[in-house]
């Protein structure tokens, strides 16, 4: 069933028209990729998911309501988590209360700190020290441990393996992979490899519009689409 749809989504950021019909379907319990090469429109789809570029045209429909024109706030607090490109942790304050602060309703953090642990026990160990003491590795850990303290249906990752080294992004392949026991996640993914080993299905983005969809088993030895629309790879 689809937990997350949006309908030709068009979307400007000032007077850019960045997407110009995006249409998808994120089953419950499913991994899905954006793929697309880059300025295709990928941060700028799940930033109009969440209302931070609220679209132009276009539905996004989550669990059967369209949250459409819904502000940012209203649209986390129904259930969509973000883990921003640029993990955007607080690095004044130790990983315990980087976690603790996204807390919707007392008492989420210390009911998931066994599973945010348990996928990440570099957090466990360092929970004392400042978000700035940190790797990058465990900066990205910290900003997914943070998206999962609330009850999120949907957690949207953009470029979870971005700058990391090559034993930490097994390490968060597989944390995301068992994500997919508890939410359904939707993520920006430029490293096609990671892509292929996370996803169930994936959508390109290409010039702003969803191209071509389908099941990633399927793309991973298609290699006339992946060189028409993501090049290289």
Not at 99 to 119: Q, S
């Amino acid at each position: 069933m689809s937990l997350l749809r949006l309908e030709a989504v068009e979307t400007f950021i000032g007077q850019f028209h960045i997407l110009e019909g995006v249409s998808f379907e994120v089953a419950e319990g499913s991994i899905v990729a954006l793929l697309g090469r880059n300025g295709a429109g990928k941060t700028t789809t799940l930033k109009s998911i969440l209302g931070i570029t609220p679209p132009s045209g276009g539905r996004v429909v989550y669990d059967g309501t369209d949250i459409t024109g819904w502000r940012s706030y209203d649209i986390a607090s129904a259930g969509i988590g973000y883990v921003p490109e640029h993990r955007a942790i607080f690095t004044e304050l130790t990983v315990e209360e980087n976690l603790r602060i996204a807390e919707r309703n007392r008492g989420e953090f210390d009911a998931k700190c066994d599973l945010i642990f348990d996928l990440f026990p570099d957090l466990k160990r360092f929970a004392a020290l400042d978000g700035g003491q940190l790797s990058g590795g465990q900066q990205q850990m910290l900003a997914v441990g943070r998206a999962l303290v609330a009850d999120n249906r949907v957690l949207l990752i953009d470029e979870p393996s971005e700058g990391l080294a090559p034993v930490i992004i097994e390490q968060m392949i597989e944390a995301i992979r068992r994500l997919a026991d508890h939410t359904t996640v939707l993520l920006v993914e430029q490293n096609f490899v990671v892509a292929t080993l996370l996803a169930d299905r994936y959508v390109i983005i290409e010039e702003g519009s969803s191209v071509h969809s389908g099941a990633m088993a399927d793309l991973a030895p298609d290699d006339e689409t992946i060189r028409r629309y993501l090049g290289a790879v």
